[in-house]
C-alpha cells in the first residue's frame, strides 16, 4: 500500500486571483500588492487573471473578501495591509477584526485565502516586511496563496 501525499505545486498556471489592499498606509501596501503580483507572473500567471480591489483601509478588508469569494470569478484572494500600531487600542481592534473576519471567509466558502495584513509596532517594520530586511510579505502571500489553491485542487 503506497501513501499519497499531497503537496501544493507553486505554478499561478491558469489561477484566477483577486488581491484586496488597503489604501491606508500606501506607502507600504502598494509595495505589497507589487510583490504579489511579481511573484503571480513569475510563477506562471497572466495579468489578465488578476484584479486588484483597493479598499480605504485594513477594517474594510474582511466584506470585500467575502464578496470576492462569494462571486465565483476567484480560485483564490490575497488580502493586504498595514496596521501599525499607535498610541491608541485602535490597533487592537483593527487588528484582530481583520484577521477574524478573513478567516472566516475562507472557513465559510472554503476559497483559500491568503492573509498578508501587517500588524507592526512600528512603521520602520512595516518598512522591512514591504521589500527591504525580512523580503515582501506580498510575495510570500501569494506564494501561500498558489500552493493552496493547488492542495485544495488536489484534495478536490
Known sequence: ????????????????????????????????????????????????????????????????VQKMAGSGAYDGIVALGAVIRGSTPHFDYVAAEVSKGVATVGLQTGLPISFGVLTTDTIEQAVERAGTKAGNKGWDAALGLLEMIDVLSQIG
Open 1 to 64: 500500500m503506497e501513501i499519497r501525499n499531497i503537496e501544493g505545486k507553486l505554478d499561478a498556471g491558469t489561477a484566477r486571483v483577486g488581491i484586496v489592499v488597503a489604501r491606508f498606509n500606501s506607502f507600504i501596501t502598494e509595495r505589497l500588492v507589487e510583490g504579489a503580483i511579481d511573484c503571480i507572473l513569475r510563477h506562471g500567471g497572466a495579468a489578465e487573471r488578476i484584479t486588484v480591489v483597493r479598499v480605504p483601509g485594513s477594517w474594510e478588508i474582511p466584506i470585500v
